[in-house]
Protein backbone atom coordinates (compact mmCIF):
# COMPACT_ATOMS: atom_id res chain seq x y z
CA UNK A 1 0.00 0.00 0.00
CA UNK A 2 1.37 3.34 -0.87
CA UNK A 3 1.47 6.66 1.33
CA UNK A 4 -0.54 9.15 0.20
CA UNK A 5 -0.69 13.27 0.85
CA UNK A 6 -3.05 16.01 0.57
CA UNK A 7 -1.02 18.65 -2.09
CA UNK A 8 -4.06 21.14 -3.12
CA UNK A 9 -7.00 22.46 -1.38
CA UNK A 10 -10.05 24.43 -2.30
CA UNK A 11 -13.37 25.47 -1.38
CA UNK A 12 -16.25 28.43 -2.02
CA UNK A 13 -17.61 30.45 0.51
CA UNK A 14 -20.15 28.53 2.90
CA UNK A 15 -23.39 30.30 3.41
CA UNK A 16 -27.14 30.95 1.51
CA UNK A 17 -25.08 31.31 -1.90
CA UNK A 18 -28.61 32.31 -3.55
CA UNK A 19 -26.73 33.31 -6.74
CA UNK A 20 -24.66 30.16 -7.08
CA UNK A 21 -25.64 26.66 -8.89
CA UNK A 22 -24.42 23.51 -7.94
CA UNK A 23 -22.82 23.14 -10.99
CA UNK A 24 -20.62 26.57 -10.16
CA UNK A 25 -19.96 25.84 -6.92
CA UNK A 26 -18.12 22.12 -7.76
CA UNK A 27 -16.09 24.06 -10.31
CA UNK A 28 -15.47 27.11 -8.07
CA UNK A 29 -13.82 24.62 -5.18
CA UNK A 30 -12.19 22.32 -7.98
CA UNK A 31 -10.60 25.25 -9.46
CA UNK A 32 -9.12 26.08 -6.52
CA UNK A 33 -7.70 22.92 -5.25
CA UNK A 34 -6.26 22.38 -8.65
CA UNK A 35 -4.71 25.98 -8.67
CA UNK A 36 -3.09 25.15 -4.99
CA UNK A 37 -1.64 22.10 -6.45
CA UNK A 38 -0.32 23.76 -9.37
CA UNK A 39 -1.68 21.03 -11.36
CA UNK A 40 -4.35 20.73 -14.57
CA UNK A 41 -7.12 18.69 -15.23
CA UNK A 42 -5.29 16.60 -17.60
CA UNK A 43 -3.45 15.30 -14.21
CA UNK A 44 -6.11 13.93 -12.79
CA UNK A 45 -7.32 10.25 -13.10
CA UNK A 46 -10.51 9.80 -10.88
CA UNK A 47 -12.54 12.33 -8.84
CA UNK A 48 -14.80 10.95 -5.67
CA UNK A 49 -17.74 13.12 -4.73
CA UNK A 50 -19.22 13.39 -1.21
CA UNK A 51 -22.60 14.20 -1.88
CA UNK A 52 -26.05 13.14 0.96
CA UNK A 53 -28.87 14.41 -1.40
CA UNK A 54 -28.70 16.19 -4.63
CA UNK A 55 -32.10 14.33 -5.62
CA UNK A 56 -34.33 16.14 -2.92
CA UNK A 57 -32.50 19.24 -2.94
CA UNK A 58 -31.81 19.78 -6.19
CA UNK A 59 -33.47 17.31 -8.01
CA UNK A 60 -30.55 15.86 -9.73
CA UNK A 61 -29.12 12.62 -9.28
CA UNK A 62 -26.09 11.04 -11.29
CA UNK A 63 -24.38 14.23 -10.33
CA UNK A 64 -20.88 12.40 -10.81
CA UNK A 65 -21.24 12.09 -14.01
CA UNK A 66 -22.52 16.04 -14.36
CA UNK A 67 -19.48 17.22 -12.21
CA UNK A 68 -16.93 15.50 -14.59
CA UNK A 69 -19.09 16.70 -17.59
CA UNK A 70 -19.18 20.28 -16.32
CA UNK A 71 -15.51 20.28 -15.36
CA UNK A 72 -14.71 19.29 -18.45
CA UNK A 73 -12.76 16.58 -17.20
CA UNK A 74 -14.78 13.69 -18.72
CA UNK A 75 -13.62 10.80 -19.85
CA UNK A 76 -11.97 10.78 -16.15
CA UNK A 77 -14.03 8.38 -13.76
CA UNK A 78 -16.54 10.24 -11.25
CA UNK A 79 -18.15 8.22 -8.17
CA UNK A 80 -20.84 9.70 -6.17
CA UNK A 81 -20.40 8.41 -2.27
CA UNK A 82 -23.08 9.12 0.21
CA UNK A 83 -23.12 8.48 3.55
CA UNK A 84 -25.28 11.03 4.74
CA UNK A 85 -23.30 13.99 6.85
CA UNK A 86 -20.34 11.35 6.36
CA UNK A 87 -20.46 11.81 2.67
CA UNK A 88 -17.79 13.82 2.35
CA UNK A 89 -15.10 12.17 4.96
CA UNK A 90 -16.17 8.75 3.34
CA UNK A 91 -15.11 10.65 -0.56
CA UNK A 92 -11.64 11.51 1.10
CA UNK A 93 -11.47 7.44 2.31
CA UNK A 94 -12.33 6.36 -1.10
CA UNK A 95 -9.80 8.68 -2.87
CA UNK A 96 -7.34 8.13 -0.16
CA UNK A 97 -7.94 3.99 -0.81
CA UNK A 98 -7.77 4.89 -4.67
CA UNK A 99 -4.37 6.24 -4.82
CA UNK A 100 -2.85 4.09 -2.04
CA UNK A 101 -3.37 0.92 -3.95
CA UNK A 102 -2.06 1.93 -6.80
CA UNK A 103 -4.90 2.40 -9.46
CA UNK A 104 -4.81 6.00 -9.70
CA UNK A 105 -1.66 8.27 -8.75
CA UNK A 106 -4.19 12.14 -8.50
CA UNK A 107 -7.22 11.87 -7.55
CA UNK A 108 -9.47 14.62 -6.79
CA UNK A 109 -11.86 14.13 -3.50
CA UNK A 110 -15.08 16.65 -3.29
CA UNK A 111 -17.59 17.37 -1.09
CA UNK A 112 -20.91 19.86 -2.62
CA UNK A 113 -24.18 20.12 -0.90
CA UNK A 114 -26.40 22.69 -2.42
CA UNK A 115 -29.48 22.94 0.14
CA UNK A 116 -31.15 26.07 -0.03
CA UNK A 117 -32.97 25.89 -3.32
CA UNK A 118 -35.72 24.14 -1.33
CA UNK A 119 -38.17 25.86 1.22
CA UNK A 120 -36.77 24.99 5.26
CA UNK A 121 -39.49 22.77 5.73
CA UNK A 122 -38.30 20.61 2.78
CA UNK A 123 -34.81 20.82 3.69
CA UNK A 124 -35.45 19.66 7.22
CA UNK A 125 -37.46 16.90 5.92
CA UNK A 126 -34.85 15.81 3.58
CA UNK A 127 -32.40 15.89 6.72
CA UNK A 128 -34.56 13.94 8.55
CA UNK A 129 -34.23 11.23 5.99
CA UNK A 130 -30.94 10.16 7.42
CA UNK A 131 -32.69 9.14 10.53
CA UNK A 132 -34.32 5.30 10.22
CA UNK A 133 -38.04 6.48 8.08
CA UNK A 134 -39.73 3.44 9.34
CA UNK A 135 -39.02 3.84 13.43
CA UNK A 136 -37.63 7.17 13.58
CA UNK A 137 -39.10 10.01 11.03
CA UNK A 138 -42.26 7.93 11.00
CA UNK A 139 -42.83 8.97 15.01
CA UNK A 140 -41.76 12.80 14.60
CA UNK A 141 -38.12 12.84 14.84
CA UNK A 142 -36.43 15.38 13.46
CA UNK A 143 -32.59 15.73 12.72
CA UNK A 144 -32.06 17.87 15.94
CA UNK A 145 -34.17 15.86 18.53
CA UNK A 146 -31.95 12.91 18.17
CA UNK A 147 -29.42 15.26 19.10
CA UNK A 148 -31.61 16.39 21.70
CA UNK A 149 -31.89 12.68 23.25
CA UNK A 150 -28.27 12.25 23.80
CA UNK A 151 -28.02 15.45 25.30
CA UNK A 152 -30.68 14.83 27.99
CA UNK A 153 -29.19 11.64 28.83
CA UNK A 154 -25.90 12.83 28.65
CA UNK A 155 -27.00 15.60 31.09
CA UNK A 156 -28.58 12.92 33.60
CA UNK A 157 -25.24 10.70 33.39
CA UNK A 158 -22.45 12.41 34.01
CA UNK A 159 -24.42 16.51 35.38
CA UNK A 160 -23.48 18.51 31.51
CA UNK A 161 -24.97 21.62 31.94
CA UNK A 162 -26.64 23.56 28.98
CA UNK A 163 -24.01 26.75 29.29
CA UNK A 164 -21.70 23.89 28.76
CA UNK A 165 -23.32 22.86 25.58
CA UNK A 166 -23.77 26.74 24.99
CA UNK A 167 -19.78 27.47 25.20
CA UNK A 168 -19.32 25.36 22.32
CA UNK A 169 -21.64 27.47 20.09
CA UNK A 170 -19.68 30.48 22.01
CA UNK A 171 -16.28 29.24 20.66
CA UNK A 172 -16.95 27.77 17.53
CA UNK A 173 -18.56 30.71 16.10
CA UNK A 174 -15.93 32.84 17.75
CA UNK A 175 -13.27 30.70 15.21
CA UNK A 176 -15.94 31.30 12.47
CA UNK A 177 -15.23 34.96 12.58
CA UNK A 178 -11.58 34.34 11.71
CA UNK A 179 -12.62 32.19 8.84
CA UNK A 180 -13.37 34.45 6.22
CA UNK A 181 -15.19 31.11 4.51
CA UNK A 182 -17.59 31.01 7.29
CA UNK A 183 -20.89 31.18 6.70
CA UNK A 184 -21.71 32.85 10.26
CA UNK A 185 -19.57 35.93 11.23
CA UNK A 186 -20.99 36.85 14.98
CA UNK A 187 -19.65 36.57 17.80
CA UNK A 188 -22.30 35.00 20.58
CA UNK A 189 -22.47 34.85 24.24
CA UNK A 190 -23.91 32.10 26.34
CA UNK A 191 -26.90 33.85 27.35
CA UNK A 192 -27.83 34.86 23.98
CA UNK A 193 -27.22 30.72 23.17
CA UNK A 194 -29.66 29.92 26.23
CA UNK A 195 -32.34 32.26 24.69
CA UNK A 196 -32.69 31.79 21.40
CA UNK A 197 -35.37 29.31 20.30
CA UNK A 198 -35.70 25.78 21.43
CA UNK A 199 -35.75 23.72 18.34
CA UNK A 200 -35.85 20.41 20.43
CA UNK A 201 -35.25 20.64 24.24
CA UNK A 202 -32.76 20.90 25.63
CA UNK A 203 -31.05 21.78 22.09
CA UNK A 204 -32.07 25.67 21.14
CA UNK A 205 -31.40 26.83 17.38
CA UNK A 206 -27.78 28.56 17.84
CA UNK A 207 -26.90 24.88 18.92
CA UNK A 208 -27.55 23.44 15.98
CA UNK A 209 -26.05 23.45 12.63
CA UNK A 210 -27.80 25.62 9.86
CA UNK A 211 -28.72 24.81 6.55
CA UNK A 212 -25.59 25.73 4.26
CA UNK A 213 -24.52 25.39 0.33
CA UNK A 214 -20.83 24.74 -0.13
CA UNK A 215 -18.41 22.94 -1.88
CA UNK A 216 -14.57 22.00 -0.89
CA UNK A 217 -11.61 19.84 -2.31
CA UNK A 218 -8.75 18.61 -1.89
CA UNK A 219 -6.27 17.09 -4.26
CA UNK A 220 -4.49 13.36 -3.42
CA UNK A 221 -1.10 11.80 -4.52
CA UNK A 222 0.89 8.96 -3.76
CA UNK A 223 3.04 10.81 -0.88
CA UNK A 224 6.72 9.82 -2.73
CA UNK A 225 5.44 11.89 -5.23
CA UNK A 226 4.00 15.21 -3.38
CA UNK A 227 7.10 16.73 -3.21
CA UNK A 228 6.90 17.52 -7.18
CA UNK A 229 3.69 19.68 -6.29
CA UNK A 230 4.00 21.62 -2.98
CA UNK A 231 6.89 22.59 -0.29
CA UNK A 232 4.02 21.55 2.20
CA UNK A 233 2.55 17.99 1.44
CA UNK A 234 0.24 16.67 4.86
CA UNK A 235 0.19 12.92 5.00
CA UNK A 236 -2.73 11.01 5.59
CA UNK A 237 -1.51 8.97 7.82
CA UNK A 238 -4.54 7.36 9.56
CA UNK A 239 -7.89 6.98 7.90
CA UNK A 240 -10.94 4.74 9.60
CA UNK A 241 -14.66 3.82 9.00
CA UNK A 242 -17.18 2.18 11.32
CA UNK A 243 -20.92 1.76 10.87
CA UNK A 244 -23.49 1.39 13.68
CA UNK A 245 -27.46 0.53 14.17
CA UNK A 246 -29.11 3.33 12.02
CA UNK A 247 -31.52 4.29 14.51
CA UNK A 248 -30.65 5.61 17.94
CA UNK A 249 -33.14 3.47 20.08
CA UNK A 250 -30.90 0.18 18.88
CA UNK A 251 -27.68 1.82 20.06
CA UNK A 252 -25.58 0.35 23.09
CA UNK A 253 -25.68 3.73 24.67
CA UNK A 254 -27.12 7.52 23.69
CA UNK A 255 -23.69 9.02 25.12
CA UNK A 256 -21.20 7.49 23.20
CA UNK A 257 -21.34 6.55 19.66
CA UNK A 258 -19.69 3.61 18.31
CA UNK A 259 -18.99 4.32 15.12
CA UNK A 260 -16.82 6.97 16.35
CA UNK A 261 -14.54 4.76 18.95
CA UNK A 262 -14.37 1.85 15.72
CA UNK A 263 -13.51 4.42 13.33
CA UNK A 264 -10.45 6.41 15.81
CA UNK A 265 -9.07 2.95 16.94
CA UNK A 266 -8.16 1.87 13.52
CA UNK A 267 -7.14 5.59 12.30
CA UNK A 268 -5.20 5.30 15.52
CA UNK A 269 -3.79 2.31 14.53
CA UNK A 270 -2.83 2.93 11.09
CA UNK A 271 -0.98 6.37 12.09
CA UNK A 272 0.49 4.54 14.77
CA UNK A 273 -0.58 7.31 17.49
CA UNK A 274 -2.32 8.05 20.65
CA UNK A 275 -4.91 10.60 21.63
CA UNK A 276 -3.24 12.65 23.39
CA UNK A 277 -0.52 12.83 20.11
CA UNK A 278 -3.52 15.00 18.43
CA UNK A 279 -2.41 18.51 18.22
CA UNK A 280 -5.76 19.98 17.13
CA UNK A 281 -8.81 18.41 15.69
CA UNK A 282 -11.87 19.37 13.32
CA UNK A 283 -14.89 17.25 15.15
CA UNK A 284 -18.81 17.33 13.78
CA UNK A 285 -20.69 19.17 15.62
CA UNK A 286 -23.71 19.23 13.89
CA UNK A 287 -25.20 20.17 17.63
CA UNK A 288 -22.83 21.32 20.46
CA UNK A 289 -23.94 18.13 22.73
CA UNK A 290 -22.30 16.14 19.21
CA UNK A 291 -18.67 18.12 20.02
CA UNK A 292 -18.85 17.26 23.74
CA UNK A 293 -19.65 13.56 23.04
CA UNK A 294 -16.70 13.49 20.29
CA UNK A 295 -14.39 14.87 22.05
CA UNK A 296 -14.83 11.95 24.59
CA UNK A 297 -15.16 9.26 22.25
CA UNK A 298 -12.20 10.51 20.65
CA UNK A 299 -9.87 9.59 23.43
CA UNK A 300 -9.25 13.79 24.53
CA UNK A 301 -10.94 13.19 27.41
CA UNK A 302 -12.55 10.72 30.06
CA UNK A 303 -16.04 9.69 29.34
CA UNK A 304 -18.93 12.58 30.54
CA UNK A 305 -15.60 15.28 30.75
CA UNK A 306 -16.39 16.31 27.52
CA UNK A 307 -18.44 19.80 29.13
CA UNK A 308 -15.61 20.39 31.41
CA UNK A 309 -12.85 20.81 29.11
CA UNK A 310 -14.62 23.12 27.44
CA UNK A 311 -15.18 25.13 30.08
CA UNK A 312 -11.97 25.26 30.91
CA UNK A 313 -11.00 26.12 27.51
CA UNK A 314 -8.76 23.59 26.73
CA UNK A 315 -10.84 23.32 23.55
CA UNK A 316 -10.23 27.06 22.76
CA UNK A 317 -7.69 28.10 19.69
CA UNK A 318 -5.49 29.29 22.08
CA UNK A 319 -6.00 26.05 24.96
CA UNK A 320 -4.01 22.52 24.89
CA UNK A 321 -6.33 21.32 22.44
CA UNK A 322 -8.29 23.24 19.77
CA UNK A 323 -11.28 21.67 18.75
CA UNK A 324 -12.62 23.03 15.24
CA UNK A 325 -10.92 26.14 14.95
CA UNK A 326 -11.67 26.59 11.31
CA UNK A 327 -15.35 27.26 12.89
CA UNK A 328 -16.94 23.69 13.21
CA UNK A 329 -20.01 22.71 11.29
CA UNK A 330 -21.59 25.23 13.64
CA UNK A 331 -19.79 27.94 12.62
CA UNK A 332 -18.57 27.49 9.26
CA UNK A 333 -21.78 25.83 8.30
CA UNK A 334 -22.29 22.39 7.22
CA UNK A 335 -23.76 21.76 3.95
CA UNK A 336 -23.86 17.94 4.56
CA UNK A 337 -21.60 16.71 1.61
CA UNK A 338 -19.08 19.34 1.86
CA UNK A 339 -18.31 18.91 5.37
CA UNK A 340 -16.00 15.89 5.84
CA UNK A 341 -13.81 17.47 3.01
CA UNK A 342 -14.09 20.94 4.64
CA UNK A 343 -12.69 19.76 7.74
CA UNK A 344 -9.59 18.24 6.03
CA UNK A 345 -9.26 21.55 3.96
CA UNK A 346 -9.20 23.32 7.27
CA UNK A 347 -6.69 20.75 8.87
CA UNK A 348 -4.16 20.98 5.77
CA UNK A 349 -4.70 24.74 6.15
CA UNK A 350 -3.51 24.91 9.51
CA UNK A 351 -0.58 21.97 9.65
CA UNK A 352 0.59 24.07 6.63
CA UNK A 353 1.23 27.11 8.87
CA UNK A 354 -1.26 29.05 6.60
CA UNK A 355 -4.85 29.16 8.60
CA UNK A 356 -3.71 33.28 9.27
CA UNK A 357 -5.63 34.80 12.61
CA UNK A 358 -7.04 31.46 13.66
CA UNK A 359 -3.64 29.74 13.58
CA UNK A 360 -2.95 26.95 15.97
CA UNK A 361 0.42 27.41 17.51
CA UNK A 362 1.38 24.06 17.66
CA UNK A 363 -0.15 21.68 14.25
CA UNK A 364 1.95 18.87 13.36
CA UNK A 365 -0.44 16.49 13.95
CA UNK A 366 -4.52 17.01 13.12
CA UNK A 367 -7.87 14.75 13.02
CA UNK A 368 -10.86 14.74 11.19
CA UNK A 369 -13.99 13.51 12.49
CA UNK A 370 -17.01 12.97 10.48
CA UNK A 371 -20.55 12.08 11.22
CA UNK A 372 -23.57 10.44 9.06
CA UNK A 373 -26.90 10.62 10.63
CA UNK A 374 -27.19 10.44 14.32
CA UNK A 375 -23.95 8.00 14.30
CA UNK A 376 -24.67 4.97 11.67
CA UNK A 377 -21.60 6.07 9.77
CA UNK A 378 -18.02 7.51 11.49
CA UNK A 379 -15.21 8.36 9.34
CA UNK A 380 -11.87 9.54 11.24
CA UNK A 381 -8.93 10.69 9.50
CA UNK A 382 -5.78 11.63 10.76
CA UNK A 383 -3.00 13.79 8.88
CA UNK A 384 0.85 14.91 9.41
CA UNK A 385 2.88 17.26 8.43
CA UNK A 386 5.69 16.18 6.31
CA UNK B 1 -46.71 8.24 0.56
CA UNK B 2 -47.60 4.39 -0.88
CA UNK B 3 -50.07 2.32 0.98
CA UNK B 4 -48.44 -0.94 1.13
CA UNK B 5 -45.13 0.73 2.99
CA UNK B 6 -47.17 1.18 5.76
CA UNK B 7 -49.65 -1.85 5.30
CA UNK B 8 -46.90 -4.02 5.81
CA UNK B 9 -45.62 -2.85 9.49
CA UNK B 10 -49.06 -3.23 11.05
CA UNK B 11 -48.14 -6.31 12.99
CA UNK B 12 -45.45 -4.87 14.55
CA UNK B 13 -46.48 -0.80 14.59
CA UNK B 14 -50.17 -1.66 15.62
CA UNK B 15 -49.05 -4.98 18.24
CA UNK B 16 -45.73 -4.85 19.15
CA UNK B 17 -44.21 -7.77 17.97
CA UNK B 18 -40.72 -8.14 17.44
CA UNK B 19 -38.44 -11.36 17.43
CA UNK B 20 -36.47 -13.22 20.07
CA UNK B 21 -33.12 -14.77 18.79
CA UNK B 22 -33.50 -18.68 19.85
CA UNK B 23 -29.61 -19.08 20.42
CA UNK B 24 -28.58 -15.68 22.87
CA UNK B 25 -32.48 -15.32 24.03
CA UNK B 26 -32.41 -11.17 23.21
CA UNK B 27 -35.17 -9.74 22.24
CA UNK B 28 -35.88 -7.07 18.96
CA UNK B 29 -38.27 -4.83 18.19
CA UNK B 30 -38.38 -3.27 15.60
CA UNK B 31 -38.06 -6.92 14.48
CA UNK B 32 -34.91 -8.23 12.40
CA UNK B 33 -34.25 -11.42 10.45
CA UNK B 34 -30.72 -11.66 11.13
CA UNK B 35 -29.12 -11.57 15.16
CA UNK B 36 -26.45 -9.49 15.33
CA UNK B 37 -25.32 -11.23 17.86
CA UNK B 38 -25.34 -14.71 16.76
CA UNK B 39 -25.66 -14.44 12.66
CA UNK B 40 -26.29 -17.23 11.10
CA UNK B 41 -26.44 -19.34 14.14
CA UNK B 42 -29.35 -17.67 16.07
CA UNK B 43 -33.09 -18.27 15.07
CA UNK B 44 -35.06 -15.54 15.39
CA UNK B 45 -38.71 -16.06 16.28
CA UNK B 46 -41.89 -13.69 16.86
CA UNK B 47 -41.66 -11.96 20.60
CA UNK B 48 -44.86 -10.19 21.53
CA UNK B 49 -43.49 -7.29 23.82
CA UNK B 50 -45.68 -6.36 26.92
CA UNK B 51 -45.48 -2.12 26.12
CA UNK B 52 -44.51 -1.65 29.75
CA UNK B 53 -41.31 0.37 30.20
CA UNK B 54 -39.47 3.71 31.40
CA UNK B 55 -38.48 6.65 29.94
CA UNK B 56 -34.39 6.03 28.84
CA UNK B 57 -34.69 9.89 27.01
CA UNK B 58 -36.82 12.69 25.94
CA UNK B 59 -36.85 15.77 24.07
CA UNK B 60 -40.15 18.08 23.07
CA UNK B 61 -39.62 19.01 19.57
CA UNK B 62 -41.10 22.97 18.99
CA UNK B 63 -39.76 22.64 14.92
CA UNK B 64 -40.77 19.56 13.32
CA UNK B 65 -41.96 17.94 10.27
CA UNK B 66 -45.04 19.61 8.01
CA UNK B 67 -46.53 16.48 8.45
CA UNK B 68 -46.56 16.74 12.23
CA UNK B 69 -47.34 20.77 12.24
CA UNK B 70 -50.80 20.42 14.25
CA UNK B 71 -48.82 18.37 17.14
CA UNK B 72 -46.11 21.19 17.78
CA UNK B 73 -45.18 20.84 20.43
CA UNK B 74 -44.99 16.94 21.16
CA UNK B 75 -42.63 15.16 23.31
CA UNK B 76 -40.60 12.46 21.73
CA UNK B 77 -38.92 9.74 23.74
CA UNK B 78 -36.79 6.91 23.80
CA UNK B 79 -38.62 3.92 25.70
CA UNK B 80 -36.60 1.04 27.76
CA UNK B 81 -39.25 -1.50 27.29
CA UNK B 82 -39.07 -4.21 30.38
CA UNK B 83 -37.80 -7.09 28.12
CA UNK B 84 -35.00 -4.80 26.98
CA UNK B 85 -35.00 -3.53 23.67
CA UNK B 86 -35.56 0.42 23.42
CA UNK B 87 -37.78 2.09 20.74
CA UNK B 88 -38.46 5.55 19.49
CA UNK B 89 -41.83 6.85 20.21
CA UNK B 90 -44.17 9.74 21.76
CA UNK B 91 -45.07 10.34 24.78
CA UNK B 92 -48.42 10.80 24.58
CA UNK B 93 -51.45 13.28 26.92
CA UNK B 94 -48.53 15.33 28.54
CA UNK B 95 -46.59 17.92 28.49
CA UNK B 96 -42.32 17.83 28.82
CA UNK B 97 -42.27 19.32 31.86
CA UNK B 98 -43.68 16.39 33.80
CA UNK B 99 -41.94 13.71 31.98
CA UNK B 100 -38.63 12.56 33.78
CA UNK B 101 -36.20 10.25 32.80
CA UNK B 102 -37.14 6.41 34.66
CA UNK B 103 -40.76 7.12 34.61
CA UNK B 104 -42.89 4.67 33.72
CA UNK B 105 -45.19 4.28 30.46
CA UNK B 106 -47.27 2.16 28.95
CA UNK B 107 -47.72 1.50 25.08
CA UNK B 108 -50.83 2.49 23.37
CA UNK B 109 -52.69 2.49 20.29
CA UNK B 110 -52.62 6.04 18.92
CA UNK B 111 -53.36 8.23 15.59
CA UNK B 112 -49.51 9.03 14.33
CA UNK B 113 -50.22 11.66 12.18
CA UNK B 114 -52.03 12.33 8.56
CA UNK B 115 -51.36 12.93 5.13
CA UNK B 116 -53.24 16.12 4.18
CA UNK B 117 -57.23 16.59 4.34
CA UNK B 118 -57.70 13.56 1.96
CA UNK B 119 -54.55 11.54 2.84
CA UNK B 120 -53.89 8.35 4.26
CA UNK B 121 -54.10 8.36 8.74
CA UNK B 122 -51.31 6.40 10.25
CA UNK B 123 -51.75 4.67 13.08
CA UNK B 124 -49.35 3.32 15.31
CA UNK B 125 -47.75 3.19 19.41
CA UNK B 126 -47.23 6.26 21.48
CA UNK B 127 -46.28 5.91 25.13
CA UNK B 128 -48.11 7.12 27.99
CA UNK B 129 -47.09 7.86 31.55
CA UNK B 130 -48.67 5.47 33.72
CA UNK B 131 -49.67 8.32 36.95
CA UNK B 132 -49.90 6.84 40.56
CA UNK B 133 -53.88 7.08 41.20
CA UNK B 134 -53.32 9.12 44.26
CA UNK B 135 -51.36 11.75 42.44
CA UNK B 136 -53.39 12.64 39.10
CA UNK B 137 -56.85 12.02 41.69
CA UNK B 138 -56.56 13.20 45.10
CA UNK B 139 -60.24 12.04 45.57
CA UNK B 140 -59.77 8.43 44.84
CA UNK B 141 -62.44 8.11 42.74
CA UNK B 142 -60.78 8.24 39.19
ZN1 LIG C 1 -28.65 -14.19 19.06
Not at chain 1, 34 to 50: F, H, K, P, R
Not at chain 1, 356 to 369: D, F, I, N, P, S
Given at each position: ????????????????????????????????A?????????????????N???????????????????????????????????????????????????????????????????????????????????????????????????????????????????????K???????????????????E??????????????????????????????????????????????????????????????????????E????????????????????????????????????????K????????????A??????IN?????????????????????????????????????????????????????A??H????? | ????????????????????????????????????N????????????????????????????????????????????????R???????????????????????????E?????????G????????????D?????
Open positions: MRRVAIVGVGQTRFGELWDTSFRQMIIEAGTRLEDAGISGEEIDAIYVGMSAGQFIQQEHIASLIADYSGLAPVPCTRVEAACASGGLALREAMIAVASGIHDVVVAAGIEKMTDVITEAGQEALATVSDQEWEAFMGATFPSLFALMARRHMYEFGTTEEQMALVAVNHHNACLNAYAQHHVELTVRVLQSPVVSSPLKMLECASITDGAACLVLVPLEEARKYTDTPVEIAGSGQASDTIALADRESLVSLKATRAAKRAYRMARIEPKQVDLAEVHDSTTISEIIAVEDLGFCEGEGGKITEEGITIDGSLPPGGGLEGRGHPIGATGIAQAVEIVLQLRGEAGKRQVKKAEVGLTHNVGGSGGTVVIFRRR | MHVPRFWREIPNRYTLIGTKCGHCEKIFFPPRAICPCRRVGHLEPFKLSGRGRVYSFTTVYAGPRDFKDQIPYVLAIIELEEGPVMAQITDCNGEEVKIGDEVEMVFRKIKEGEEGIIYYFKARLVRKKEASPSGKG
